[in-house]
């Protein structure tokens, strides 16, 4: 494989715009230089430029692409963002990218991509080369990243051209320490890197009224709930603001029973604490509510106001914010997004914390689309469920995958004891007794499979489906689960053993985390690393699906004039313009739902994984499309 290395260098009228690509089609930020690499006859050789423009920019992806390169790029999407800001949109999607970040947590990928000793890895490029070059490390030393003189820009664009030959150095190395199954998965999720960093440049549009108008409704939830508690009880906003005082107040001055305790042996009030106490004092009730509006208010409402206004408005007037997509944001390979810019002071609100949203409607309707365009989500209907079921082998859980069924009505079926076809029949009916019966199918299907305890089985089902159960009910539901799906607790087994005798586990894509060998895990991590043996193979397969999924339907966006908005647990979502997207939502799903996997990871699967669709002009006005 042919490598050339690229990386840009940047700064802008303000310092924190050097790292905003979308600033310099304002003229805000711009390129102070760009470098690269390549290997001739054995020997790195780098070259690159000062305030490069744009020919030049477009002669150096002309160059890879008819020398059959791959570029490659240390946290690539931000240098490609930059080339799409700049006007060369075309020439970045047509290029073959790699990042030399994401091949090294393809390497040592470990839970929480911590280390050895507990610490979150850092993947910066300059801890790689203090790892692998210690030699070398300190060559940013005494370089002024805002120099404006001639001398300093000249040894800025020095340093730039080592961040080129360290980027393809350290590549080199990544692809040749990698397995075959890891390449290629590290490859099929480099081709997305193009529409992930399109979203920097283009952000997301908001309906800031929207937001507005749901911070006052919250507002007076708080007023209400706060009113009571003041003028009922003599509770203070102190008490509520404090955890310490709130403690005091719940489980010394009223009594309330302790539900759980923190790490640090403090009595917790802290989310599924107040909502199991809540069903059990009104009083409690009241300071949940008042805590979740404020929350609510500040994360769902102030967090988008900010963003916006900080943002300012983008082409054509439109409001928007920048969550900044990371690829491989968790060990099972999922994106996660980034709310802010920097530390402390310097710390700015680009963006929000889009994978925390909330499913609500009136949360989600604050995401609408640009102007002219709709929004399309494609959904991986039942994933973990598919995924869990080829895993385990279970039969009647891939009998449940075939078309027409339906595994929450199955599941509640069994747990209300009603034959499985009645419930069908009667869910036709719209019999109004049968549909809570399937939703607590629902829970147990979507929270079993990882060995939840009846315990917390009771606490998912309330904070996060609003069903209440009791203690005795939340026990026979999880041994009817593992009764009606005995090969689930097969794979639990199965694959502990596994990772305890090869030190990893791996997803059908080719995607590891590394454990360790079992008698080398400490006794304080024995039950994490054993839920990573279970847990990883299905919710990093999801990760390679989405990839996957990306990567085909990217060579078919450009018919529709469609472009990737953003993605968020086993949905894809898509801005495609009103007069096609009717049309193209169709197209889009018959392709999804019929993914190469054969192809791209060499293996037949047993069943197949359909994609449910909607459209609509906001996130929070979707549509099911039949």
Not at 104 to 126: E, M, N, S, V, Y
Request: charged share 25%.
């Amino acid at each position: 494989m042919k490598l050339l290395a690229f990386d840009v260098e940047t700064a802008g009228i303000k310092q924190e715009y050097a790292l905003q690509p979308h600033r310099s089609l304002t003229g805000k930020a711009w390129l102070t230089t760009c470098a690269w690499a390549w290997r001739k006859d054995a020997e790195v050789r780098t070259g690159g430029k000062i305030r490069p423009c744009v020919m030049d920019l477009r002669s150096i992806l002309k160059v890879a692409k008819d020398g059959g390169m791959h570029v490659v790029a240390w946290n690539a999407p931000f240098d490609v963002a930059w080339l799409i800001a700049l006007g060369l949109r075309d020439e970045a999607y047509a290029t073959r990218w790699i990042d030399g970040m994401l091949l090294w947590k393809h390497l040592i990928a470990r839970p929480d991509f911590a280390t050895t000793d507990g610490k979150r890895q850092a993947f910066g490029l300059k801890e790689a080369v203090k790892q692998f070059f210690p030699d070398e490390a300190g060559y940013e030393d005494e370089v002024d990243f805002n120099a404006t003189t001639a001398e300093g820009i000249d040894k800025l664009l020095t340093y730039n051209k080592s961040d080129s030959a360290f980027t393809l150095r350290l590549t080199e190395h990544f692809l040749a320490e990698l397995t075959p199954e890891q390449r290629r998965a590290a490859l099929i999720e480099a081709r997305t890197i193009p529409h992930v960093a399109e979203t920097l440049v283009e952000g997301l549009p908001v309906n800031t009224l929207n937001s507005v108008t749901l911070r006052r409704k919250l507002k007076l939830v708080r007023k209400v709930s706060f009113t009571r508690l003041h003028v009922e009880n003599g509770v203070t906003e102190k008490q509520l603001d404090s955890p310490q005082q709130l403690s005091e107040l719940l489980f010394n001055t009223w009594g309330l029973p302790v539900i759980k305790q923190t790490d640090k042996g403090a009595n917790s009030t802290d989310k599924d604490a107040l909502s199991e106490l809540a069903e059990k004092d009104p009083r409690a009730k009241l300071v949940r509510d008042f805590r979740e509006a404020r929350n609510l208010t500040t994360k769902f409402c102030d967090a988008v106001i900010e963003s916006a206004r900080y943002n300012g408005p983008h082409r054509d007037g439109q409001r928007v914010v920048r969550p900044a997509a990371r690829m491989y944001g968790t060990y099972t390979g999922r994106m996660t997004y980034s709310g802010s810019q920097g530390k402390g002071k310097a710390k700015v609100p680009t963006g929000i914390a889009l994978h925390q949203w909330k499913r609500q409607a009136e949360f989600r309707r604050t995401f609408t689309t640009p102007e002219g365009y709709d929004l399309c989500e494609f959904d991986f209907a039942g994933q973990e469920f598919r995924w869990m079921a080829v895993e385990s082998g279970d039969n009647t859980m891939l009998d449940l995958c075939a078309p027409g069924e339906d595994a929450h009505a199955y599941m509640g079926g069994r747990v209300a004891r009603i034959d499985y076809q009645d419930m069908l029949r009667r869910l036709r009916d719209g019999d109004p007794e049968i549909k809570p019966k399937r939703q607590i199918g629902k829970v147990a299907n979507l929270s079993l499979q990882y060995r939840t305890s009846p315990g917390t089985l009771l606490v998912r089902a309330r904070t996060d489906y609003g069903i209440k159960l009791t203690l005795p009910e939340a026990q026979a539901i999880h041994g009817t689960y593992q009764l009606s799906y005995r090969g689930v607790p097969e794979y639990w087994h199965r694959q502990i053993s596994l990772a305890k005798h090869q030190g990893y586990v791996a997803t059908l894509g080719g995607r590891r985390v590394q454990l360790g060998f079992g008698q080398d895990w400490p006794r304080a991590k024995r039950w994490s690393y054993e839920s990573t043996a279970i847990n990883f193979p299905i919710q990093g397969v999801g990760a390679d699906q989405k990839y996957l999924a990306m990567c085909v339907i990217g060579d078919h966006l450009p018919k529709w004039g469609a472009r990737f908005a953003f993605e968020l647990h086993d949905g894809l979502f898509f801005y495609v313009p009103k007069g096609r997207s009717e049309r193209a939502v169709h197209e889009i799903r018959t392709i999804l739902s019929n993914l190469p996997y054969e192809k791209a990871w060499g293996i037949k699967l047993p069943i197949a994984f359909p994609v449910d669709a909607k459209i609509g002009p906001s996130w929070g006005d979707l549509k099911e499309v039949h």
